[in-house]
């Protein structure tokens, strides 16, 4: 069961927001995740970007949450990494937080560990900044997501991935020292909750409709 208030940000997710223009690439993630999901019964999707700060937390917890959320909770893993290693921008746990998950820090120091939960009896989603072929990641057989440009250009080759789409997004990176620093990390999570519940309601449809 999904925490109340986080049960209630989803509820008010607008699917029907997602531009057509965005459907093409989502919708290959949907084919691949798919595709995997009937030939091995399971999935591990690794969401990587430059820095595996912002834009990657914020994929595979949206992502996590939404495989739950349509029933896919015990087949399809989210993970996340970067091509360096940062830490995990403290403004992502605070929309994610305002969104309803529960988040509690495990670690202290420049790259602190984070516990983001969506559910009392569900597994924690489990957020710090590393390399996406860190041994805490999955070694071959994911679908690697690369949600920036710059990460896409710098690993041509994604070594371990069985596939590979792009889904990039807008780094709020850019709004730090702005006023519209808050509005703008909120902005940037609800379009990829969007994308992410959009993606796994057309998962949901299409595996039910070929078994």
Not at 44 to 52: A, D, G, S, V
Not at 80 to 103: D, K, N
Not at 182 to 210: C, H, P
């Amino acid at each position: 069961m999904l925490f109340e208030p986080l049960q209630h940000f989803i509820e008010n997710i607008d699917t029907g927001k997602v531009s057509e223009d965005r459907k093409e690439a989502l919708l290959t993630l949907r084919d691949y995740v798919l595709a995997m999901l009937r030939k091995e019964g399971e999935v591990n999707l690794n969401f990587i970007c430059t820095h595996n700060s912002r834009r990657s937390h914020l994929a595979q917890v949206w992502a996590q949450c939404a495989a739950y959320y349509y029933g896919f909770g015990r087949n399809i893993r989210c993970y996340s990494g970067g091509t360096e290693a940062t830490a995990m921008y403290l403004s992502v746990a605070g929309v994610l937080s305002e969104s309803g998950f529960h988040i509690d820090r495990l670690s202290e120091g420049e790259n602190p560990i984070y516990s983001i939960k969506y559910g009392f009896n569900q597994p924690a989603v489990i957020g710090f900044s590393k390399e996406y072929h860190h041994t805490f990641n999955p070694a071959e057989g994911f679908i690697a997501i690369m949600t920036c440009d710059q990460a896409s250009e710098a690993c041509p080759v994604v070594t371990g991935a069985a596939a590979r789409v792009s889904v990039t997004y807008e780094d709020p990176k850019k709004f730090d020292d702005t006023p519209e620093k808050l509005s703008k990390y909120q902005e940037r999570s609800e379009q990829i909750a969007t994308e992410m519940f959009w993606v796994f309601n057309q998962l949901k449809s299409d595996f039910t409709y070929g078994q």
